[in-house]
């Protein structure tokens, strides 16, 4: 009870609740659209929470106000249209300059960005274009210090014809960027869906990630014991390797919301 | 020790002798009894009337060719006459023994298995050589009543020669299933090793239910490092052994890791974990 009312009365302060455990975990806003971001938000704090995910600038007063941080925006960004055709450059360039300036005016961390679908384009010439577009926006990333967050995302179930569906693919397009501010968005649900073996592959590649999503495999609901993935063990991983930034939840529960996103935060405080 | 026995568990006699562990037979059949477990498999013919004396079953036998058994495969048309002498005559063997299944390998992707340099086996040609080898593998296999299953392994685990096999052709799992769906054949079918999937796959429990007609055996071991079945690792068991339950699976699931710690600690755990 005394622990309950410590979180309480962090949250109704300014800055962010500590988070339980070495990770900060947050939770996507779309998985809780039924509940209102108020509820999310306080008993999001008192489950040991640092953030909500996905969020426009009209609800980050919300978040603040309970001392949780929007994690992740979105902006304009869509899933199919993204940075691998050279033709949404200008576009995407305007649209996630002025996100990451109303980024860097909250203090909100990073900006989610997309690939794009393939629609027959070659993966070679994908990633030059991705590198080619997110070049061209790393110097604001870098002096706004916010950091865009390209997504890795399954193209087998949920997200057909996406181009950047495996790490090996993204860290390319990380690396030739070079920035410290344009990572990866590791959905680790995504890529046991499409690649498996997430463990070796965050280790070996940390250094191109700035981000987590959460889900289990295959339904993307909870992360329970019905699913093939043991969590707690890859929040560990992720821990020892000095992770600094956000790991948030991304499923869509299939029982009491509040109940199945508090177990899954127990889980991953590590 | 087991109590459901929904799951008929077996153990993998090379990783309790040809590692750290080095027991004898005897001992991996008295630990294997005693854990409750049915079967020990991948056992040296000389020891299968040793593991019968234990009441044990052999669910898998090796094919009979040399170590490293999956270096020369079906793939390869240089090796089809060796594989397929050697295989036939475990069949004869198995047929005499009641064990259920014989392994097979696509092999390495490599001209010369034991030359990388000697250029490469395209992948669609590597399924139509295997597909033609099992086929052939399947008529005398039939009169046997002996399965043929097919391994994929991992490419991916560079560490060490017991955790990966980079150059291994059938290093997909869905590759392996369409050489098996190809060859349409109930005696032959498709060694799912959990440990190998999710290392180059992933989402083993969406595939389980895929293949489910196709599946012949099943090994475990913990992602990555083919380690112990506990929470150091990231695949969790107790759920993909409910899966093979929903599937109706009928076979055998071989544990197939490398123990780090005391090794009758390593494999009760494991045991218990997969007893669902």
């Known amino acids: 009870m005394i622990t309950a009312g410590l979180a309480l009365g962090q949250a109704s302060g300014p800055v962010s609740a500590a988070p339980a455990g070495r990770l900060k975990q947050s939770a996507a806003r779309w998985c809780y659209s039924k509940i209102s971001l108020d509820d999310l938000c306080r008993q999001g704090a008192e489950m040991g929470l640092s953030g909500i995910d996905l969020v426009e600038p009209d ?27 050279k033709e949404n450059h200008d576009r995407l360039e305007n649209e996630i300059k002025d996100r990451i300036t109303r980024a860097a005016e909250a203090k909100v961390p990073n900006v989610i960005t997309f690939s794009g679908n393939r629609r027959g384009l070659s993966d070679q010439e994908g990633k030059e274009n991705c590198i080619l577009g997110l070049r061209r926006i790393k110097k604001i990333a870098e002096d706004n210090g916010v950091t865009v967050c390209l997504e890795l ?20 397009v990380i690396k030739a960027v070079d920035s410290p501010r344009v990572k990866l968005l590791y959905d680790i649900y995504h890529m046991q869906i499409m690649e498996g073996d997430i463990i070796r592959t965050i280790r070996e590649n940390i250094q191109y990630i700035a981000h987590f999503h959460t889900g289990g495999v295959p339904g993307r609901h909870e992360l329970d014991d019905t699913q093939e993935l043991q ?17 948030a939840h991304e499923f869509v529960p299939t029982r009491d919301p509040m109940t199945s996103l508090r177990e899954a935060v127990t889980l991953c405080t590590v | 020790m087991v109590r459901n026995g929904r799951i008929r568990q077996s153990l993998a006699y090379w990783c309790l002798n040809a590692t750290a562990c080095k027991w004898d ?19 040296p013919t000389e020891f299968w009337p040793a593991v019968r004396k234990h009441q044990l079953q052999i669910a898998v036998a090796h094919n009979g060719m040399p170590e490293p058994v999956f270096a020369k495969g079906l793939n390869n048309p240089r090796y089809h006459e060796e594989v397929i002498a050697r295989t036939r005559q475990t069949i004869d063997q198995c047929a005499d023994c009641g064990i259920p299944n014989v392994i097979a390998f696509t092999g390495y992707k490599w001209i010369d298995a034991d030359d990388p340099e000697s250029g490469e086996i395209a992948l669609a040609q590597g399924a139509e050589n295997t597909v033609k080898g099992l086929a052939e593998l399947a008529r ?24 990966g096999h980079p150059g291994y052709q059938g290093d997909d799992i869905d590759y392996c299933a369409e050489i098996v769906r190809q060859v349409g054949s109930p005696r032959v079918k498709l060694l799912f090793d959990i440990y190998h999937v999710a290392t180059m796959n992933g989402d083993v429990i969406r595939r389980l239910r895929q293949y489910r007609d196709w599946i012949g055996h099943v090994h475990t071991a913990g ?12 695949i969790h068991y107790p759920a993909v052994m409910r899966t093979l339950l929903e599937i109706g699976y009928q076979g055998y699931v071989g544990h197939e890791f490398i123990p780090t710690r005391d090794p009758v600690e390593a494999l009760a755990q494991a045991v218990e974990c997969c007893d669902v």
């Open chain 2, 223 to 234: 992602v990555p490092g083919r380690c112990e079945l506990d929470d150091q690792q990231e």
């Open chain 1, 231 to 247: 969590w707690r063990t890859v929040a560990k991983a992720i821990a020892d390797l000095n992770f600094q930034g956000y790991i």
């Open chain 1, 153 to 172: 995302l399954n193209s087998k179930v949920n997200h057909k014809d996406y181009q950047c569906d495996h790490t090996a693919w993204g860290v390319d």
């Open chain 1, 59 to 85: 609800d980050w007063p919300t978040i603040r106000k309970y001392g949780l941080v929007p994690a992740i925006t979105q902006g304009k960004s869509s899933i199919p249209d993204g940075w691998n055709r």
């Open chain 2, 25 to 43: 037979i005897n001992r991996i059949c008295e630990t294997a009894v005693r854990l409750g477990c049915l079967s020990i498999e991948l056992v």
């Open chain 2, 140 to 163: 005398y296999a039939g009169e046997k009543r002996v399965t043929v299953v097919l391994e994929q392994l991992n490419s991916r685990d560079q560490s060490d020669p017991m955790k």
